[in-house]
């Protein structure tokens, strides 16, 4: 055999092998979406189950704080001591809405609500969700193995890469016994819906790079750009929670009575100022990443196309997703701008980056098109 047929040969080998390997991927992925609607609705169980213990832990507190607050209204405003014949007067409390500690509300016990039979379906969708992030994490390894790099080359590698960092997320938190249990019904919901548009809207057949992405930038810059992806989506989550859960407990403190759906539902979250708090650190951990995921792209920009910055729809939109996480930071740590209001920036944030990713890829065409979708 000659060396031009052996070559030939081995071309179709490994072509039939890439083929082979993106079915294979193909597969994996459809099975891991199977997973997680079992999952999901092993989370809805949980959830329904929980529901028929009353717990009731918000109202029981608020109502408790407002009766302290009442006795308090009817003491002087400034209380005199009498030591050694000199009045001595005590500086009166001033409690801010925001601070830290301004409701004594306790976390609620989770989406199982303290029912045994909805905690064993809260630990069998935790399983769940490990076979299915398993499942789907081999389909992403036989996606790079069928093109033979790594698979972040167009939206729809993007999209099943990005879901499952973002449960992997989930499952480390979990791993390190943080209070995240909560998240998992809203974290499975959204990533079912990513896969399934992943599959029919963007997917896209495996293909080489083009010349512009053969850097070992694409390992760097991409990777941290999903990694702080899914970071920022945990802390949207847990922000849209903050703010539902905060509304609840003032509704509750100015004497309301909520529906009953959004009392069996909020009652089990943990409360709102543990729901800001952990949404803040989330976000202020993974913004020095970002910073760098964008400074990467940078220097792999001046490389690929010899300017640092071209103010490139991407560029730009990354930026202005940089000031706005940095806004929502600033306002954290200034007086009268936390709470709601810093919450509501987060939002903004947030949506800045969903828009740099879907908006600026389907209806943009910049230097980062080449990719398709």
């Not at 694409?218 to 999903?226: D, E, P, Q, R």
């Not at 509304?247 to 909520?258: C, D, F, I, R, T």
Request: a positive charge; aromatic letters at 14%.
């Amino acid at each position: 055999m000659t060396s031009a047929a052996a070559t030939a040969l081995d071309a179709t080998t490994l072509a039939a092998t890439n083929e082979h390997l993106a079915s294979m991927s193909n597969t994996l992925i459809y099975s891991s979406m199977a997973v997680y609607t079992l999952a999901f609705f092993a989370y809805i169980f949980e959830w329904l189950l929980g529901s028929r213990s009353r717990v009731a832990r918000t109202a029981n507190a608020l109502t408790t704080n407002v009766q302290a607050t009442k006795a308090k209204a009817q003491a002087p405003a400034v209380a005199v001591k009498k030591a050694g014949g000199t009045a001595v007067l005590e500086r009166p409390r001033v409690v801010v809405r925001s601070a830290a500690g301004s409701r004594d509300v306790p976390d609620g016990p989770g989406a199982h609500g303290g029912d045994e039979q909805g905690d064993l379906y809260g630990r069998i969708a935790i399983s769940l969700t490990v076979l299915a992030f398993l499942v789907e994490l081999a389909g992403v390894v036989a996606r790079a193995a069928s093109v033979q790099r790594a698979p972040w080359g167009n939206m729809y590698e993007f999209n099943i890469t990005f879901s499952t960092v973002a449960v992997a997320v989930y499952l480390t938190l979990l791993a390190l016994k943080k209070n995240v249990r909560w998240l998992g019904l809203f974290l499975i919901t959204t990533v079912l819906l990513d896969l399934g548009l992943a599959v029919t809207v963007l997917y896209t057949a495996s293909e080489p790079l083009v010349p512009a992405l053969h850097s070992y930038w694409l390992y760097i810059h991409v990777s941290t750009a999903i990694f702080c992806g899914a970071v920022f989506y945990v802390g949207a989550v847990a922000t849209i929670l903050y703010l539902f859960k905060d509304a609840y407990e003032s509704k509750l403190e100015n004497g309301g009575k909520p529906g009953g759906f959004a009392t069996s539902v909020l009652e089990r979250l943990p409360a709102s100022a543990s729901l800001d708090k952990f949404a803040y650190r989330v976000n202020a951990a993974v913004f020095p990443l970002w910073t760098f995921t964008i400074i990467a792209g940078a220097i792999w920009a001046g490389s690929a196309w010899g300017r640092y910055w071209n103010w490139d729809p991407k560029e730009t939109w990354s930026f202005i997703t940089w000031v706005a996480y940095a806004c929502y930071l600033h306002a954290r740590a200034t007086a009268g701008w936390k709470g709601r209001k810093a919450a509501y920036l987060a939002m903004i944030a947030f949506g800045c980056w969903l828009f740099n990713y879907y908006g600026v890829n389907i209806f943009v065409t910049g230097k980062h098109s080449y990719a398709g979708v």
